[in-house]
């Protein structure tokens, strides 16, 4: 057997010694994820992201990498590789996250100083640094490099702020495809898939960019 050998899985038919066996194909997406959907393979109430995809997705495995909020938006990768997943969402990756904030009333002088220099939630838990960049009166870009439950929202509250759009536009270094609109998604090219375990630096440059 060539290892090195390549299988087309809608045409060819692998057996061993005679057996069909099964070839088990990884799947790699990213969603523009929309407001009202869980980040979810199932749930009893509401429809989840994977309820989004066409049919031939359906029974393949696949679940969203991380979590954002039934009212957040933006980028949410759907995969059925766990290992890669892992790789992407473990803790100690600090893989930054840019997200579009919104937050009620005015956005005090001090919000960029107080990310940095790591916000204390309500529960005493203590954040990592992170960037909080006014863009408009009551907009700012927020990078983040943990993914806990509610975190960018947690944080705001810390600071006495209520954020009231979210939305997320890269991990790592995928940003959001700017060619998607809500509720589409697209496969993820090899490269991609790569480098997504990277969390190299283009997050920079996206950051830079909408600062201009
Ligand atoms: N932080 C939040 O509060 N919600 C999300 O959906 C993602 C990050």
Redesign the pocket.
Same mark, same amino acid.
């Given at each position: 057997l060539d290892s090195s050998q390549k299988v087309d899985p809608a045409a060819d038919v692998i057996a061993v010694d005679g057996q069909i066996v099964g070839y088990e194909e990884h799947i790699y997406l990213m969603l523009y994820k929309p407001a009202g959907v869980v980040?979810a393979t199932e749930d009893n109430v509401s429809p989840t992201v994977i309820g989004l995809l066409p049919r031939q997705y359906q029974g393949a495995g696949l679940f969203p990498v991380g979590?954002?909020? /039934?009212?957040?938006t933006g980028l949410l990768l759907i995969t059925n590789d766990g290992t890669w997943a892992h790789g992407i969402t473990s803790p100690k990756k600090h893989m930054d996250?840019i997200?579009d904030a919104v937050v009620e009333g005015d956005i005090p002088p001090d919000m960029g100083q107080r990310f940095a220099d790591g916000i204390v939630l309500d529960d005493g838990l203590h954040c990592l640094s992170a960037k909080a960049v006014q863009t408009g009166p009551q907009s700012l870009t927020v990078v983040?490099q943990e993914?806990?439950?509610?975190?960018? /929202?947690?944080?705001?509250h810390a600071v006495g702020k209520e954020?009231i759009y979210?939305k997320?536009l890269s991990m790592g270094s995928l940003a959001l495809d700017k060619t998607l609109t809500k509720g589409e998604y697209r496969s993820l090219t090899e490269e991609e898939i790569k480098k997504a375990e990277d969390n190299y630096n283009s997050q920079k440059k996206l950051l830079d960019d909408r600062l201009v």
């Open positions: 980040s979590r954002l909020d /039934k009212d957040t996250k997200y983040v993914g806990k439950f509610h975190q960018v /929202k947690r944080m705001f954020v979210l997320r």
